[in-house]
DNA sequence: CCTTTACTTTCAAACGTTCTAAACAGGTCT
DNA sequence: AGACCTGTTTAGAACGTTTGAAAGTAAAGG
């Protein structure tokens, strides 16, 4: 390796002949500085390659202008698009952007505590099924936080105290049950991952459940199957493998719901390898909207998160709280049913 | 939002009755240390949840233990589980991993020296097709750095300035295009992204010249298409899109290699809409070997590449590099054709 | 009782910024 | 000429850590 020059701030000001603080006016666009100063100063910069150390910027700064980003379940592809807007957001307001991804073993307020002190972060935002058990918890961490299409908090947990910001997923889950009832399917089988605690896929449980009860129809517990292999809950592996032990527990069914598109796809390949036609034998449904739900064949009927939105508005929601212009606010989303090729009125 | 007490290593020092450096050698392991001072020191540290301040030590440290992974085509499906490897070595090491996607405008060179100089970072990971036009630009890197699937870098520079680790692109993309001629195909239609410099899509296009010329075979530069939208070039929606315009064309083929499978995934929807059986009237094959692959229907004949294993050994050979225990490489991997269900012997 | 040795611990100087308060020019007004 | 602006610049104290050199302790050796 050949060595390089790492200039700092004060060779900058050195060879300006000027002071150290000049130079910082002239990096951070201070208002008190002369023009010309300034001109000169940035032409040394650019002229030396100057960057200035972040370490030693937070150090001093009392806002590290940084946010952290929270992800339980990677593997879900629907969570992808969300990080790059919030990704964009914070590059529109100049601030960097944490991403830390959660182990299904770890402590989400450990890990949120730990990476928020460490890099004297100003927020926090968590994106996907979180479950908080206690209040006690969540007021240890110190900076703003806001959950986005997180599963339900608890009751007795203070509402000023985080921002929830994701679409009802109860509601939509149970809409989507209704649009397949309303098709003619009785005899729904529905895909869900690990169902303990408020967690998302509890809550597309729940909504499946009301879809049922509201139009006075009995639910068979024998057509819930629970995908859960204890790591990525939403993959197309786990949407595959639970759907051949759907298929070898010999229940009847006309259409399967999974609770996650990635999951969804992963069925559409078990269903169509075991020889079922989709949607002739069996109605396919999934939930999220992601991407590639358009390019299977057949295009896959899900309800679809309006993500981009939800991210951006998390973000900038968050960034206002930080600023303190904002206040804790708790929005719900409306989904869009996608109607597609995977779904069809039951044949008699 | 409720006032916490945020202690330093001062406080904890304060709190023990002993000398702040002793605080810091318990936090760091150091040797010269007695076992009992260590022990209480520790315990203060855990009752008040004291988290070093990770600026202030990578102020002070000559060696902030981060490295940067620069990714370029963030929406390559391809990419999200190399990171995901990268980040699981670099916790291993107790390193820190900073992502930074580079934008299509951006040059990477630039990118690449502000946030190394931002940060401090102690070697850089480059993933994906980025193309190297001179040694001097290179040169102003000023920490080792591993290029991963990358393009060809142009043999005018020095190899042992940097490491590459992958497969031969251009070799393995022969043998698909070789298999395909061997089902008995002629008219092989090729979906390439941008072909200018040495980039992955180029380097894929010429191994499937070479593989015709190996047989004796002419080139119908008709069958050549480009998918190139001016940003994610690997994406399922470029494949549909200019799936479409290749039917539209009107050329005759009877078999599609798609350069990457998310392009080749977009192409199998688009066939299928407009009414094309896959493989009985279009064989179709991809290149990579992503997860996704297998749960289309037909699943998809593509390149594997070892991905999990190029990442790990790309992150290991980095540290090696940065400890200074080893030197550049440049390895080869061999990727593996998997034969599924989209590709099928030519009908007659 | 004074050295030596080995083990612990502390002091204080960095690291590269930002930011407050103070200083400095060069006017303009009494 | 002194007082008072106004616009610009600077010195220097933080910020919270690491680290090498120095200092302190206690046990062992003479």
């Known amino acids: 390796m050949v ?9 900058i000001a050195k060879l300006c002949g000027v002071g150290v603080s000049t130079v910082s006016r002239a990096i951070n666009n201070h208002p008190d500085i002369n023009p010309e100063t300034k001109e000169k100063i940035m032409e040394t910069i650019r002229e030396y390659g100057y960057v200035p150390n972040d ?10 202008k940084a946010i952290a980003v929270l992800v339980k379940g990677i593997a879900n592809p629907f969570f992808t698009s969300m990080i790059k807007v919030i990704e964009e957001e914070c590059k529109k307001k100049n601030y960097a952007m944490e991403l830390t991804h959660i182990e299904a073993d ?44 997180a599963g339900a908090i608890p009751e007795n947990i203070s509402k000023n105290l985080y921002s929830n910001i994701g679409v009802d997923d109860r509601r939509e889950s149970a809409k989507m049950v209704d649009y397949l009832i309303g098709l003619g399917h009785t005899k729904i089988a529905i895909l869900v991952s690990e169902a303990e605690g408020k967690s998302i896929g509890q809550l597309r449980l729940d909504g499946y459940c009301d879809a049922f009860r509201a139009r006075g129809m009995e ?9 859960y292999d204890g ?28 609770v996650a598109d990635a999951l969804a796809i992963g069925a559409s390949r078990a269903l169509m390898e075991a020889g079922y036609r989709i949607p002739e034998d069996i109605s396919l449904a999934g939930y999220d909207g992601i991407d590639m739900a358009n390019y299977i064949t057949p295009s896959l009927t899900t309800m679809r998160q309006p993500t981009e939105e939800i ?22 989303y409306q989904a869009q049913l996608l109607v597609k090729e995977s779904t069809r009125a039951v044949s008699h």
């Open 3 to 11: 060595f390089v020059f790492e200039p700092t701030i004060k060779d």
């Open 55 to 64: 370490s030693a910027r937070n150090l001093k700064r009392v806002d590290a």
């Open 106 to 149: 770890e402590d989400e307020v450990d890990v949120a505590q730990k990476v928020v002190k460490e890099k004297r972060l100003r927020g926090i935002i968590f994106l996907g099924g979180l479950f908080w058990h206690s209040e006690d918890k969540l007021k240890k961490l110190n900076v703003p936080f806001v959950f986005s299409t």
């Open 219 to 227: 639910i068979n517990p024998r057509l819930i199957f629970h995908a």
């Open 231 to 258: 790591l990525s809950h939403f993959s197309m592996e786990n949407g595959y493998r639970t759907t051949k032990r759907i298929l070898e527990s010999g229940e009847e069914f006309t259409a399967l719901f999974a």
């Open 311 to 332: 991210a951006r508005e998390t973000t900038k929601l968050l960034f206002g709280i930080i600023a303190g212009r904002m206040k804790h606010q708790h929005i719900t």
